[in-house]
């Protein structure tokens, strides 16, 4: 009887190392697993960033952007919500990163008779001179944000002789079909006055 017990508590003790060493053969599994993930998220994120820095070097001839006048004019129209990046106009994927232009960030639209001021909270504000704007429009995506049709306001403008898509979206997007309608007045407006002006000097 008693080799019977002693036989079977050595069977306990080798079934219990056995199942010792089977999970910690898991851990070490599970651990290497991790740490191969998370190398693997790190070179993408290094990878992202150098796509990034590369984008920026090949934009390098886009000009610096235009300040704010010191006397831009009364406020037409007032919007907050986000700035969600900029491309190059009709190409929705061909963000344009220098100068700030890709970093989404917070926004407050103000359009006067001078243009549209971009100011954002954290990130470098840029001006719209209003004989810049070429068009506004509703859309649904740009530049890897894709939202509900009519979700985004794409306002178009000429910068260093390049065209360039810029999308916000309102805090209210009610208010979006306003910005489209009177920037749009605008321009024409503008459109019309430099045709007179070019008619009259010849």
């Known amino acids: 009887m008693t080799s019977l017990i002693s036989s079977a508590a050595a069977e306990a003790a080798v079934l219990a190392a056995e199942q010792k060493s089977a999970e910690v053969t898991d851990w070490a599994a599970r651990i290497g697993w991790l740490v191969g993930l998370a190398l693997f998220v790190a070179l993408v994120y290094w990878l992202m960033r150098e796509g990034w820095k590369w984008r920026g070097t090949l934009q390098g001839d886009l000009p610096e952007l235009p300040s704010t006048p010191d006397e831009p004019g009364a406020a037409k129209l007032e919007m907050s919500g986000r700035y969600h990046g900029s ?107 430099g045709q007179k002006e070019t008619e009259g000097a010849r």
Do not use: Y
């Open 87 to 193: 491309t190059t106009a009709g190409q929705w994927l061909d963000r344009i990163v220098a100068h700030g232009l890709g970093t989404r960030s917070r926004a407050e639209l103000t359009l006067t008779e001078a243009g549209l001021d971009v100011v954002r909270p954290g990130a470098a504000d840029f001006f719209v001179p209003v004989a810049a704007l070429r068009e506004a429009r509703l859309d649904k995506g740009i530049a890897g944000k894709v939202l509900t049709e009519g979700g985004l306001l794409i306002v178009t403008w000429e910068h260093g002789g390049k065209l360039i898509d810029s999308g916000f979206r309102s805090d209210h997007a009610a208010e979006h079909n306003e910005w489209v309608e009177t920037l749009n007045q605008m321009i024409e407006t503008v459109d019309e006055t």
